[in-house]
């Protein structure tokens, strides 16, 4: 049989009456535990939110890639930083080919947000994904999908 142990995660007026009630978008996307936590009154219930940060080791959040520039000789990528994240990996999928590293270790930091792709061929189709990377693990962006000297989208992968 399993025994369960309870604790208090808030002291005061409020409390929590059901732990199965929690934010999962938030949990699994950003590790916030955010409760939902009630105190009874005598004209209704108050309702407020309790939220618990978790700090250690896991894997970086999933960075947003996109097209910046393109020209027929170079494509210019730009990324949000990963939470988590300590470098990243670009790499690039060339029509009917496999991914492979274009640029590898850029580290996390807001100067380097950015890459220049120049080796590319002019009207050609190329997929990108970024893949942020720290101690834990790592974690790939959504395929954006660009033509050299065309146009460009992303694509959810």
Known sequence: ??????????????????????DRYRWEHERVLSIPLERPRENGTAFALQEYSIVGPNDPSAPSLSV????????????TEARGAESYT??????????????????????YTQYTDAGVSSGSDYEYRLTAVNSVGKTDSTIVRVTTGGSSNAAMD
């Open 1 to 22: 049989m399993d025994r369960w142990t309870l604790y208090c995660l808030h002291e005061g007026p409020f409390c929590g009456v059901d732990g199965r009630k929690h």
């Open 68 to 79: 910046s520039d393109e020209s027929s000789s170079s494509v210019e990528l730009s990324w």
């Open 90 to 111: 670009l790499h690039r999928r060339p029509p009917d080919g496999d991914f492979e590293v274009v640029a590898d270790e850029i580290a996390e930091n807001s100067f």
